[in-house]
């Protein structure tokens, strides 16, 4: 298989003369470059979560590395699943997948697969119950994506499996 993966980046000069870079765009940027780039077959869209409210049992945990992702992340990128396949494990509504190491912190010594919790609603109040579908290895230090939960954006337009 001979595939590249790109990442969009953005440079900005403000008003002020400061000069900042990031890897960022709009979210319709990604479904857009799908469409308009010839030979582009996936983009994988990156959100990160501010500190999100998880509730397991009577727990209640912040997390600082929740990610909202497109479902063919892992398929895309090859992280290596423990549990779950990497074409279906988002083919539920408010499936999550989680790194190795946060079993632990959540269900202790459970087996984590469809092990059930909520995250707070970001705006308006409210939960959303999510369920374990999948196990990821923890991912190296090295890396720039560094997360411990990922969850498919809501109305993510890939919802069959490939």
């Not at 790109?6 to 479904?31: E, H, I, L, W």
């Not at 077959?41 to 209640?60: A, G, L, M, V």
């Not at 499936?95 to 909520?118: E, L, N, T």
Request: proline letters at 7%.
């Amino acid at each position: 298989m001979n595939a590249s993966i790109y990442r969009v980046a953005n440079q900005a000069v403000s008003s002020t003369g400061v000069f900042s870079k990031d890897a960022g765009g709009p979210a319709p940027m990604g479904p857009g470059v799908e469409r308009g780039i010839p030979g582009n077959k996936e983009s994988i869209r990156f959100w990160e979560t501010y500190r999100p409210i998880i509730r397991h049992n009577n727990e209640i945990f912040q997390e600082s590395k929740f990610l909202f992702v497109d479902t063919a992340v892992f398929r895309v990128f090859g992280f290596p699943l423990i549990n779950g396949n990497p074409s279906s494990v988002f083919s539920t509504p408010n499936s999550v997948v989680i790194s190795h190491r946060s079993p632990r912190k959540y269900f202790q010594d459970k087996d984590p697969d469809r092990q059930g919790a909520c995250i707070q609603r970001l705006s308006g109040g409210g939960e959303i119950p999510f369920t374990v579908t999948g196990v990821f290895k923890d991912l190296p230090t090295n890396t720039a994506l560094q997360f411990q939960f990922s969850c498919v954006f809501q109305g993510d337009r890939k919802t069959q499996t490939r």
